[in-house]
């Protein structure tokens, strides 16, 4: 489980940069904890796009862009991921925050519905605010 996850638009140099300590003050970034972030872009890529969490597993999804020693990591969100939050509505981002606490829930890890909505819905806003030409977003963790 990652302790601190933060979301972020950058250049491919960029993320990599922020491997060592989390992107910098010049981006813009979305700070949370205590949950498995690579699991729920897995998850979210999943509900999102009608492809199979196994399916992602099975291609390298998401994709590593860098890992430190000390358990950081650097994830890059793909585009359809990004695509599908760009463009969801409201009631999508609700209804993905719904399902996503109730697919941890059987997982046995629980998370609340107002935690889950504003995580999805900041990641949201990111993906459609932040992102500029050459440009992508990553999630990096800790």
């Known amino acids: 489980m990652s302790s601190i996850v933060k979301f972020f638009a950058a250049a491919n140099?960029?993320?990599?940069?922020?491997?060592?300590?989390?992107?910098?003050?010049?981006?813009?970034?979305l700070s949370f904890g205590n949950f498995d972030?690579?699991?729920?872009?897995?998850d979210w890529e999943?509900?999102?796009?009608?492809?199979?969490?196994?399916?992602?597993?099975d291609r390298d999804f998401p994709e590593i862009i860098?890992?430190?020693?000390e358990g950081a990591s650097v994830f890059l969100l793909s585009d359809a991921l990004v695509n599908s939050l760009a463009v969801a509505s409201d009631s999508e981002v609700r209804?993905?925050?719904?399902?996503?606490?109730?697919?941890k829930s059987v997982d046995g890890f629980e998370i609340e519905?107002?935690?889950?909505?504003?995580?999805?819905?900041?990641?949201?806003?990111l993906t459609r605010e932040e992102l500029q030409p050459g440009t992508h977003v990553y999630c990096w963790t800790s």
Not at 46 to 57: I, K, P, Q, W
């Open 66 to 69: 860098a890992e430190g020693d």
């Open 113 to 125: 519905l107002p935690v889950a909505s504003v995580i999805l819905q900041s990641l949201v806003d």
């Open 13 to 29: 140099e960029g993320a990599v940069d922020a491997l060592a300590g989390g992107p910098n003050s010049s981006f813009r970034a």
């Open 95 to 103: 209804e993905l925050a719904l399902w996503w606490v109730g697919e």
């Open 46 to 57: 999943a509900h999102l796009t009608g492809v199979s969490f196994e399916s992602l597993v």
């Open 37 to 42: 972030a690579e699991e729920a872009l897995l």
